[in-house]
């Protein structure tokens, strides 16, 4: 929980003008500021610490190295809140496509509808969490309902625990197995209805 804050507190959330368009070239990843706090779109909201991870990755974006890696144990609200809390563990036994997102961060918006898009084609056979990393709820609801995507529903996770489990910048989308465990992930925006998204998701098994 220390740890929590301590990153919250250091890192402002960046306007989409600001730290999420200053994404890695070729990469259209949002990223925080290790160093220094950058200026903060709202006095309630933070950008999820950044460990680097696979800032890299190349211009296709995909990190394999933490294939069979299984899901953090990270508890997020289930749409509408009816439901009470859920983790990744409950969607287990069907492949599972996991978008973490913000409505600050561009390149998270620019390729949702295409994971829209996306997650009609897959269906049942391939659940879609679009995983709201907004330290206000509120916002993400009504950004969905705005947008009027038919496919994605707002999980929302307001304490940022599926961002600092993964040590990771947003955009990120990660797919897991039936068995749970993970297959790839993607940092950075992509055309989810695209051939090389289409290739990667032809993986779910």
């Given at each position: 929980?220390?740890s ?14 600001a ?6 070239p ?8 290790t ?16 460990t680097?991870a696979k800032?890299?990755a190349?211009?296709?974006k ?5 294939k069979g ?9 289930a749409?509408g809140?009816?439901?009470g ?7 287990r036994?069907k492949?599972?496509?996991?978008n973490?997102?913000a409505?600050w961060c561009a390149?998270c918006?620019?390729?949702?509808p ?8 897959l ?8 995983i709201s990393?907004d330290m206000?709820?509120a916002k993400?609801v009504?950004?969905?309902d ?6 994605l ?5 307001a ?7 993964y040590g ?8 897991y197995?039936a ?8 940092t950075?925006?992509l055309?989810?209805?695209?051939a ?7 993986e779910a098994a």
């Open positions: 929980m220390a929590r804050v301590a990153i919250v507190c250091l890192l402002g959330v960046a306007v989409a003008t730290a999420c368009d200053r994404a890695s070729g990469n259209g990843q949002a990223q925080a500021d160093t220094a706090a950058t200026a903060a779109a709202s006095p309630d909201e933070a950008a999820p610490a950044s680097g800032a890299d190349g211009a296709d995909v990190d394999r190295s933490h890696e299984a899901a953090p144990d990270v508890a997020f609200a749409p809140g009816k439901e809390p859920t983790t990744l563990a409950a969607f036994g492949p599972v496509l996991v973490l997102w409505t390149p918006v620019k390729e949702m295409t994971l829209d898009a996306a997650a009609a084609t269906g049942d056979r391939v659940p879609v969490l679009a990393q206000d709820p993400a009504a950004f969905l705005q947008r009027r995507f038919t496919h529903r707002p999980y929302l996770d304490k940022l625990g599926l961002s600092l489990a990771t910048n947003l955009p990120t989308t990660i797919l197995g068995d749970g465990k993970e297959i790839w992930r993607v950075g925006d055309d989810w209805t695209g090389q998204a289409k290739g990667l998701l032809a």
